[in-house]
């Protein structure tokens, strides 16, 4: 080609690399609405990307994006999300993802090594996201010039490891592990603080634990910008088809050009972009016909700084501003300047994740504010030209909106004769509380100037603002954001009211300056106090104390989870990594947007039928019969037959070329709904009891009474009777959403890969479904993105909906469910209304309990008549007396609820720590006494729980109950945390101590063991690995079964030991993965066959051995099969009636502190004790622990699913449903295993309720909270100490509780008493 030819191609083009690589697009190659990740998964090898919410909201997909400036010879590295940043605007750019981070060819990085061995993967859906966070934080760390780290360390400091993955979510872990991982990395970490790990032993020195970890070379980074890229860096490629153009002006006057032309042309929609982050919010489907890319423009990107102040373009990107606002070297400025500016980058580095504010632009977020009415950060804290920020937002550390955010500047002049400071001007911004756009509070303002601050003025002044910042009608949790605004302005201004005792009291204890002389500093150390800033770093030392064992090597030692590798390098493949094979079509789902509705039809919004479309899949096409899921619960339809019977009800399934095309032709999709002469829908459990709609449990799962209520009652001293409970859903999250893939082969059959807990149920389901024999479908499940509960049932319908329309076209057929539609689907955890009736004696001890109570099952069974056992076996964990019981299971117009993770029983759990708390407060005795007297003696426990119960050596919560309290130093804590009560007013402290007994059943499972003729191992088992661990068990199992058998010792089979997918023809009766012992279940199959294959190897081991002397492994298994030993061979285990049920036993210790003034809870520390028996695995099992207590804690304080009057889910993504992140698990998270001698116990559901006790640590301190509350109400309120704390307890509620008025109130009295 010539040079001329060569230079016009590269116009039309762009050219990128991608992890070296080089990649050159034509205008026919790219839309420009594709994304990166779009890009790299359906064109390019690459897939360590992963979806996880398409909106910025979870880091699953973020990649390295290097950016080459030829002018400084110097490349800048940043994360940014795959998902939003679209690949046109990645001309000349260098993108690094996991697998170029390190892989299985080239070699790992030692930051993926780290994570393998500090066991900080388990599904693995999160982790080449997590990777890339840390690799990005370590290379921008190295171009920093600070000193030289200890050898083997890098520059990062822990702080910043720990933010480096802030914004990333995951679903597994319990992010503990991951932040050790990283902080390996940090110059300044203390290797004491490093959590358990596979690298060294307890007790070894520095030096000894720095050699084992895998090296780090500083100056052997695998990132190099690509040489070919630098030679080929031009400003920026437009693009031009017929249909769309892309354009990068380099010029203000060649972006009016462009506008003027699009002007023109009438009828071409276009898009600015800077960043594209805006999208994730707006969740655009749309393609815009022209896309106008702002970065380019010189003038937009500058960044003046003068004596007047900063000036920045509007395409600099958030992260640059901060940057920017930051640098302390510039002597223009004032100090006071410096500390506006600081101020300012403070806040804004709460604004979403660093790879959102990496590429999003201040210009973009303030057109969003303006345009759109976006509840934005920066429109707030520029307005008055700042002087102190506030935020408050469920998160921290940002990755969450605000729910009302503000700034406030003040000029303030003290004289010594007069009380307190003189306003001389003030300004006060308010903003994302649901106003249209951020305001000041100019009344108030005018009303403060010029006067001395005093407490009737702050009184006065709250007052009006309370007039002022009205969140509009409609809007959730409206009187919490007034009262924050009331808050913030208290906080700012109380310092400086000359009453330190009073009314800073609470904000700045400990400080007795008689005259709040310096404004600055007082403000901060307020703030500081209150925000908690002046913890250091996000997490403590955390302890994992562990008792493994060594008597049947290598069972029992914390192996390193099985691909953990190659899950942390991307190159772990998942359903929807699977190439998609020729000719394959894409799905979704449409769904009813009413509770109860006859469907008349299915059109589209666009005349012509939308893009991609090839058809639409519904009732009418299923060959056999209508069923989405049958199993021995019941059934349900896949697709609406004449009604749909919630909103959320699948009533079709929409086939296109492409995911996004399916996607958006299901949103284009309408469904003529018909609601004449049809009773009204069920939508609670109250309309269920009225119209008798409920699901027949049958009498062999419901669960058994407990002794005599009525002669309990009878021996009580006091009673409550008839006190109400009521809980609502929890949403799985696991970050692989739903997904199959479906292939028609050859002869009728079928085969389906699906990230699915119970293949088996999926190929039932779908043989029934095309009425083909099972032995037709073939189901195949490797590993799952997480699935706690959530791909069970409900992960069928999605394998049989992709299963009938790849039957019908006779194409292979995919999907991977968006997480909108996912999340509205779902169903979730069961809601449940409770009215309870106990009697107890003055001692505290409860003679008597009765509960009635109302499970919301939603339209379809799926596995809800199981769930008034679980309810009972959870609450069965307190003695008492007589437990009498009445569950109704209502069949309601809602989403089916399945088993999330403790099904039943993380209800049962907080029901019964509220009864107990309920009890305490009503005879004003300390809870924990209660909670005392009422656990189980050994007797008490088997009238609970008969044979269960086990042998009186087995049951050990007595004694893990009382070296909790010692390990945790519980009783000297409370005592302390009484003082910091006293001394605190707008912070308060609480501490509680729960237990757990756990019945599980362990159920019948299968495996198969092969040793193929070199030596190596396959097996296959019923269970499922979804990141519990299960595969690393199987594997340590098989290697001791076999390692019998082997000449010289069983450790070294572990390597030849592969756990492949589960397939449903190879092994039947998989059954389903859940309930906590498939691990278990799994492991004891796998020996049973690997004993035949023992049995087998015997007589020509002894034979051989006699012959020759000595004996490989090799050679053994080479030899039978020459002489044809069967060298394969499957088995059933199926659990003896001594050992099919069994108590499992646990407790926990949590203490937190709430804000006052804005409701926010800090999680402490939380110790817990569990005993895992003997442990196959302690660190697949501390693995467990930490992540369901986590998952736990995100039930209890966090999650809320809401829905609107139809039952429809409006929580249906990152933005508006937050699961725990590092910035919110407890600081310091103490976790001791025990091993009681006794068999494996399951680690996966019983330390989930166990986060109760941060939900009964935070009702302790609101408790407080109430107490100094009615200490300042003029009339006493007798319902101070009595009350129930809400789940989730989210921000709004604990204020809420705290008390909405509680600043007003405080002012009263105080004006009051002085
Ligand atoms: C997960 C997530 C969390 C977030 N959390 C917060 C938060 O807590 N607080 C907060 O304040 N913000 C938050 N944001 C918003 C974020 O700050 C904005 O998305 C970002 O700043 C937008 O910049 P952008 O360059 O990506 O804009 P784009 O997405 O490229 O553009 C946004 C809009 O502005 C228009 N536009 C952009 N630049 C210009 C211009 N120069 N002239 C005219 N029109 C223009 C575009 O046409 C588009 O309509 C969050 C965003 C995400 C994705
Ligand atoms: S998928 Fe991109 S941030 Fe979640
Ligand atoms: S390991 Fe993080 S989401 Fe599963």
Redesign the pocket.
């Known amino acids: 080609m010539g040079e001329v030819a060569a230079a016009e191609e590269r116009k039309q083009s762009l050219v990128l690399a991608i992890n070296g690589e080089r990649f050159q697009l034509s205008e026919s190659d790219v839309h420009p609405s594709i994304t990166l990740l779009e890009f790299l998964r359906s064109r390019t090898p690459f897939k360590s990307v992963k979806l996880g919410c398409g909106?910025?909201?979870c880091g699953a997909c973020i990649v390295l994006l290097s950016k080459y400036d030829p002018v400084l010879d110097q490349v800048k590295d940043s994360t940014v999300?795959s998902c939003?940043t679209l690949v046109c605007s990645l001309n000349g750019c260098s993108i690094t993802t996991a697998e170029g981070v390190g892989n299985s060819k080239d070699g790992f990085h030692p930051i993926q090594e780290r994570f393998v061995g500090f066991h900080a993967s388990q599904c693995g859906f999160c982790t080449p996201g997590m990777c890339v966070s840390v690799f990005s934080a370590l290379v921008n760390a190295e171009k920093s010039n600070r000193p030289e780290p200890r050898p083997g360390f890098s520059k990062l400091t822990v702080t910043e490891a720990e933010k480096a993955i802030a914004g990333n979510l995951c679903r597994c872990t319990g992010y503990r592990p991951i932040a050790d991982a990283c902080k390996s990395f940090a110059a300044d970490v203390d290797m004491e603080d490093l959590g358990y790990n596979s690298f060294w032993k307890k007790g070894e020195r520095d030096e000894e634990k720095m050699s084992r970890l895998p090296a780090y070379n500083r100056h052997s980074s695998n990132l190099q910008f690509p040489e070919f890229l630098k030679k080929e860096i031009k400003a920026g490629a437009d693009l031009a088809s017929k249909g769309y153009h892309w354009y990068s002006p380099s010029s203000i006057e060649k972006l009016q050009s462009i506008l003027q032309k699009n002007e023109a042309d009438d009828g071409t929609s276009m898009?600015?972009?800077?960043?594209?982050?805006?999208?994730?919010?707006?969740k655009e489907l749309e393609h815009y016909d022209t896309y106008i890319d702002?970065k380019h423009i010189p003038e937009?990107s500058i960044v003046v700084k003068d004596q007047t102040g900063i000036e920045m373009g509007?395409?600099v990107?958030?992260s640059k501003a901060i940057e920017v606002l930051k640098q302390e070297n510039v002597n223009d400025f004032s100090l006071e300047s410096k500390t506006v500016f600081k101020k300012i980058a403070d806040h804004m580095e709460?604004?979403?994740?660093g790879f959102?504010?990496n590429?999003?632009?201040?210009?973009?977020?303030l057109?969003?504010?303006q345009?759109?009415q976006?509840?934005?950060?920066?429109?707030t804290i520029l307005l008055p030209l700042l002087f102190e920020t506030y935020r408050a937002?469920p998160r921290p550390l940002?990755?969450?909106?605000?729910y009302l955010n503000a700034a406030f500047l003040a000029e303030v002049s003290f004289n010594r004769n007069s009380t307190g400071a003189r306003l001389n001007t003030c300004r006060l911004s308010f903003g994302?509380y649901a106003s249209k756009h951020p305001i000041r509070a100019r009344n108030v303002e005018e009303f403060l100037i010029g006067k001395v601050l005093s407490v009737g003025l702050l009184y006065e002044a709250i007052k009006l603002l309370e007039t002022t910042v009205i969140p509009k009608d409609g809007i959730s949790h409206s009187a919490y954001k007034s009262s924050l605004a009331v808050g913030f302005l208290f906080e700012f201004l109380s310092p400086l009211v000359n009453t330190p005792d009073q009314i800073s009291g609470g904000l700045c204890s400990g400080d007795n300056s008689s005259m709040l002389r310096d404004y600055n500093s007082k403000i901060k150390d307020n703030n500081d106090k209150l925000n908690g800033t002046k913890f250091p770093t996000l997490l403590s030392s955390s302890k994992q104390n562990i008792q493994s064992s060594n008597d049947y090597p290598p069972v029992g030692q914390p192996v390193t989870k099985v691909g953990a590798s190659i899950q942390a390098s991307g190159e772990a493949v998942f359903v929807d990594d699977i190439p998609a094979p020729g000719n394959c079509l894409y799905g979704a789902f449409v769904y009813s947007t009413e509770p109860l509705a006859r469907v008349k039809s299915i059109t589209f919004k666009s005349r012509s039928p939308p893009v991609g479309f090839n058809a639409l899949i519904s009732v009418k096409d299923i060959p056999g019969k209508n069923l989405g899921c049958t199993s021995v619960f019941g059934e349900e339809p896949l697709y609406a037959d004449e009604f749909a019977q919630f909103a959320g009800d699948r009533i079709a399934f929409v086939v296109a070329d492409t995911q996004k095309h399916a996607d958006l032709a299901a949103n284009l999709a309408v469904v003529d709904y018909d609601k004449e002469n049809l009773n009204p829908p069920i939508l609670s459990v109250e309309e269920a009891v009225e119209r008798g709609s409920f699901l027949q449990v049958p009498p062999f799962v419901f669960p058994e009474q407990v002794g005599d209520f009525s002669k309990g009652m009878a021996e009580a001293d006091r009673q409550i009777l008839s006190a109400e409970i009521k809980l609502g859903s929890q949403y799985y999250f696991y970050m692989e959403t739903q997904t199959a893939l479906a292939m028609p082969d050859e002869d009728n059959s079928m085969v389906v890969y699906s990230s699915n807990q119970c293949p088996q149920i999926a190929q039932e389901t779908i043989a029934q479904c095309l009425g083909l024999p099972v032995s037709n479908i073939r189901v195949i499940t490797r590993r799952l993105g997480g699935g706690f509960g959530g791909k069970s049932i409900r992960a069928v319908s999605v394998a049989t909906a992709c299963a009938v329309a790849a039957y019908k076209l006779q194409r292979p057929v995919r999907m991977y469910v968006n997480r909108k539609t996912d999340m509205i689907m779902a169903g979730g955890r069961h809601p449940m209304k409770i009215t309870y009736s106990v009697g107890f004696k003055e001692s505290g001890k409860i003679t008597a309990l009765k509960l009635d109570i109302l499970i919301d099952s939603g339209a379809f069974p799926d596995v809800s008549i199981v769930i008034p056992g679980a309810i009972v076996g959870s609450l069965k964990k307190y003695d008492w007396g007589a437990l009498n019981f009445d569950i109704k299971v209502c069949k309601t117009n809602r989403p089916s609820r399945s088993a999330m993770r403790g099904p039943g029983e993380v209800q049962a759990a907080f029901i019964a720590e509220a009864i107990i708390e309920h009890v305490a407060s009503t005879l004003s005795v300390e809870v924990d006494t209660v909670r005392s007297i009422n656990l189980h003696t050994y007797n008490s426990l088997g009238f609970f729980f008969k044979s269960a119960a086990g042998e009186p050596l087995e049951y050990t919560l007595p004694a893990i109950w009382d070296q909790l309290a010692t390990s945790s130093s519980f009783h000297q804590r409370a005592e302390m945390i009484q003082e910091f009560n006293r001394s605190n007013k707008w912070r308060k402290r609480g501490i509680s101590r729960v237990p757990v007994i756990q019945e599980v059943t362990v159920r019948p499972t299968p495996a198969k063991v092969s040793i193929l003729s070199d030596g190596s191992i396959v097996v296959e088992v019923g269970g499922v690995d979804m990141g519990q661990g299960l595969w690393t068990k199987v594997k340590q199992v098989a290697a001791y079964g076999l390692g019998l058998i082997k000449p010289g010792g069983t450790e070294e089979l572990l390597e030849k030991v592969r756990v492949i997918q589960s397939d449903t023809l190879s092994l039947i009766q998989g059954g389903f993965t859940g309930g906590s012992t498939t691990s278990e279940s799994s492991c004891e199959a796998v020996r049973l066959c690997c004993n035949v294959l023992v049995e087998r190897l015997t007589a020509l081991k002894e034979k051989l051995m006699e012959e020759i002397g000595t004996l490989e492994w090799e050679a053994l298994i080479l030899q039978a099969y020459q002489i044809s030993v069967n060298l394969s061979t499957n088995s059933l285990f199926i659990p003896d009636s001594t050992s099919v049920q069994y108590l499992n036993y646990g407790a926990a210790v949590s203490e937190v502190e709430v804000n006052l003034l804005t409701g926010e809870t800090t999680i402490l520390r939380s110790d817990i004790i569990y005993d895992c028996g003997q442990s196959l695995n302690p660190a697949v099992d501390l693995g467990q622990i930490e992540g369901a207590y986590v998952q736990g804690i995100g039930f209890f304080m966090f999650e809320e699913y809401p829905t609107n009057s139809n039952g429809l889910v409006t929580a249906n993504g990152?933005?508006s449903y937050k699961i725990p992140t590092l910035d919110t698990i407890p600081r310091q998270f103490n976790v001791e295993i025990l091993n009681s001698g006794h068999h494996q116990k399951p680690s996966g559901e019983p330390p989930l309720t166990l986060a109760v006790s941060v939900h009964c640590a935070t009702r302790a301190a609101i408790l407080e909270a109430r107490r100094q509350l009615g200490s300042w109400n003029s009339e006493d309120d007798p319902n101070s100490t009595a009350f129930q704390l809400e789940v989730p307890a989210v921000m709004p509620v604990v204020k809420e509780r705290c008390g909405l008025d509680s600043v007003e109130k405080f002012l009263q009295w105080t004006m009051g008493t002085k």
Do not use: C, Q
């Open positions: 909106e910025g909201g999300s939003l898009k600015i972009v800077v960043g594209n982050t805006g999208a994730g919010y707006y702002l937009l509007a395409a990107t958030i709460k604004i979403a994740s959102v504010r590429s999003g632009s201040v210009g973009g977020n057109m969003m504010a345009r759109k976006f509840p934005s950060d920066i429109a937002a940002g990755n969450a909106l605000p994302a990152t933005w």
